[in-house]
T-cell receptor, first 113, second 114 residues
């Protein structure tokens, strides 16, 4: 089946690290994406990882993938107020060769001083 | 390089009317996908086009349709609008299909049905 789950809310202090978690269910090879959405805006692609990788780092962002548990996390180092947004995890199963993304419900990140 | 553009950005329609939304992908991108975002259902896949052909379709009624032109621009149409069609409609463009392609989203069209 196709399902992506995320916790709905995360609150962190400015300067701390944020960790947003996601689980997916598709058992085929897949690409996993993280998007950021600010109020009134579209989705901004942050990073993505293929399911044969364990980790990917891009500046303040670190993605960790546990294939056995189908668990994905996004770590934001030195979280800033500008990071306050909704973060979506999305899965793109490769079966069928299509581009359809299956999204989680989104995690609202609130950064406070 | 210009990003994905969507027009119009905001739209107000009444029940029973129809609406057409437009999406221009990033230059060189040939795949366009459409999504509906609502507070209750989240982000749901509508359909995907590649080389002017619909390649995949989500679980939406036949009132929702789309097409893609030879320049990769895409339109979606919703006929006989219902109140529940009020949503943010997002399109995403990608260079190709099925491979390690990044998918970029436009700002969306916010449709309000009254």
């Amino acid at each position: 089946g196709e399902d992506v789950e995320q916790s709905l809310f995360l609150s962190v202090r400015e300067g701390d690290s944020s960790v947003i978690n996601c689980t997916y269910t598709d058992s085929s090879s897949t690409y996993l994406y993280w998007y950021k959405q600010e109020p009134g805006a579209g989705l901004q692609l942050l990073t993505y990882i293929f399911s044969n990788m364990d980790m990917k780092q891009d500046q303040r962002l670190t993605v960790l993938l546990n294939k056995k548990d189908k668990h994905l996390s996004l770590r934001i180092a030195d979280t800033q107020t500008g990071d306050s947004a909704i973060y979506f995890c999305a899965e793109r199963p490769l079966s069928g060769g299509y581009n359809k993304l299956i999204f989680g419900a989104g995690t609202r990140l609130a950064v406070h001083p | 390089k210009a990003g994905v553009t969507q027009t119009p950005r905001y739209l107000i329609k009444t029940r029973g009317q129809q609406v057409t939304l437009s999406c221009s992908p990033i230059s060189g991108h040939r795949s366009v996908s459409w999504y509906q975002q609502t507070p209750g259902q989240g982000l749901q896949f509508l359909f995907e086009y590649f080389s002017e052909t619909q390649r995949n379709k989500g679980n939406f009624p036949g009132r929702f349709s789309g097409r893609q032109f030879s320049n990769s621009r895409s339109e979606m149409n919703v006929s006989t609008l219902e109140l529940g069609d009020s949503a943010l409609y997002l399109c995403a463009s990608s260079r190709g299909q099925g491979g390690p392609y990044e998918q970029y989203f436009g700002p969306g069209t916010r449709l309000t049905v009254t």
